[in-house]
């Protein structure tokens, strides 16, 4: 079955650039879309079709997909930006349709 | 404004069953397909369950396959997720959530999420 391979964590000093990663067998065929999670909250919508972003996300938050791993980047890191992140997909030759990867916790030194 | 409010979590034993509902506001419900999402303690999100626009249309985890029956109510803004047989790995927080589109895609809008205890 498909996965999405995220790391465990990341770390990065305010107002450098984040890189968020999410591996998977040629996901770049696919749809990628990211959500960011505040302890206690529900998941926000930050980038979806690889590369859009709703209405209200801060530029600042941006998306890319190519070959084998799809990316999320921050940039110009603040504190409020720290929260698990979570890839996701549709993957209709799998029986489990809608994959998330395992989530990043982006820490903000 | 845009809005899912879930209802129906709770403290249920194993084997038991509990319907959860979840009425969308603030946008036009029939044109959106929706999902729901749930988050064991501490744990990822996992997609449990989704229904396109044509609620022929239903598909669920391989997890939640056969116990959990997944119904939309277009006149009521609202969606049910029927669970039976719960076991006790199905304990969680569940979230309805709105897809982008009128097929399972994107989640652009979340409930508050509703905690189902599965324990004796």
């Known amino acids: 079955s498909y996965v999405l391979t995220q790391p465990p964590s990341v770390s990065v000093a305010p107002g450098q650039t984040a890189t968020v990663t999410c591996g998977g067998n040629n996901i770049g065929s696919k749809s990628v879309h990211w959500y960011q999670q505040k302890p206690g909250q529900a998941p926000v919508l930050v980038v979806y079709?690889?590369?859009d972003r709703p209405s209200g996300i801060p530029e600042r938050f941006s998306g890319s997909n190519s070959g084998n791993t799809a990316t999320l980047t921050i940039s110009r890191v603040e504190a409020g930006d720290e929260a698990d992140y979570y890839c996701q997909v549709w993957d209709s030759s799998s029986d489990h349709y809608v994959l998330f990867g395992g989530g990043t916790k982006l820490t903000v030194l | 404004e845009v809005q899912l409010l879930e209802s129906g979590g709770g403290l249920v034993q194993p084997g038991g069953s509990l319907r959860l509902s979840c009425a969308g506001s603030?946008?036009?419900?029939?044109?959106?397909?929706m999902s729901w999402v749930r988050q064991a303690p501490g744990k990822g999100l996992e997609w449990v369950s989704g229904i396109s626009v044509r609620a022929g249309s239903t598909y669920y985890a391989d997890s939640v396959k056969g116990r959990f029956t997944f119904s939309r109510d277009n006149s009521k803004n609202t969606v049910y997720l029927q669970m039976n047989s719960l076991r006790a790995e199905d304990t969680a927080v569940y979230y309805c959530?709105?897809?982008?589109?009128?097929?399972?895609?994107?989640?652009?809008?979340w409930g508050q999420g509703t905690m189902v205890t599965v324990s004796s």
């Open positions: 959530a709105k897809n982008v589109r009128g097929s399972i895609d994107a989640f652009d809008i």
């Open positions: 079709d690889d590369s």
């Open positions: 603030g946008f036009t419900f029939s044109t959106y397909a």
